[in-house]
């Protein structure tokens, strides 16, 4: 078996992924960025291995570095597609690595996409699904609906420091996701890519929360009051870029990801994770259970 291909290895999907591939002896090689590599993992690219495991690699790998590709992509036939957040303009900065994956001999990739994103043109991760559904290469879309990860990442320090949940999603509900159901729906595409292939599978939770009902439920489990402030779009954008840090792209995709929210879009159930682990997914009440210490506030 030729090693399967893991872009965005260092993230917390692409830990999942690794993690569950390597648990189960399927050959990975991990691309992480050069910087990335040097610091933390000081072997020579292409010659890095992980937790002592002869049947990882790591190569040292950027989406806009075409002198990167040739070392991830040689002897690869399946490769988990994950779009970095830094990157709106696929067409540009993420088309291309993928071309040149095909052409090295790549043949299926297993795609990181977004629920709804075969209906919703404003997501970058539909322009990716146009791209490879025009290719002639194999397919699998992993199409999760929101992270529950983004409230214990991206949104912990306003919860943390400040009891709020800030994000423009109105009353609108979402079938939140644990990333650890979509890193196993991905893992065992990438293990038996020809089952998968030309399959789209959209990951959710058992059920769909309003965020007054996330607050509720971390009222709960940290017991201290939790707000959802319901901030309008301009509002959100301007705390997601001096709060939150964001960059300007990355505040326009989280807010068109939030918008489906408000609209009524978010919501939508599957059955995909008992169809394809056969297992109930994980609600969001055990996600905050487990993930409880990212809310806590030092010295409490």
Known sequence: MSQILITGASGTIGRVVTRQLIETGAPVRLARRPAELTASHPHPAGAGSMDGSDSVQQVAFDFADPASWPAAFTGVETMFLLRPPAIADVRRDLIPAVAAAREAGVRHVVFLSLQGAEHNRLV??????????????????????????????????????????MVPAGSGATAFVDAEDVGAVAAAALRDPAAHAGRAWTVTGPRALTYEQVAHILTRELDRPIRYTRPHLAAYARHARTALRMSWPMVAVTAAIYTTARLGLA?????DVRAVLGRD?????????????????PGT
């Open 124 to 165: 970058p991760h539909a322009a990716v699904e146009k791209w490879l559904r025009a290719s002639d290469m194999a397919w699998t879309f992993i199409r999760p609906s929101f992270f529950c990860q983004n409230l214990s990442s991206t949104h912990a320090s306003d919860i943390r420091d400040h009891d709020v949940i």
């Open 267 to 271: 919501a939508g159930l599957t059955d």
């Open 281 to 297: 997914p994980i609600d969001f009440s055990a996600f905050a259970h487990r993930e409880r210490a990212a809310w806590t506030r």
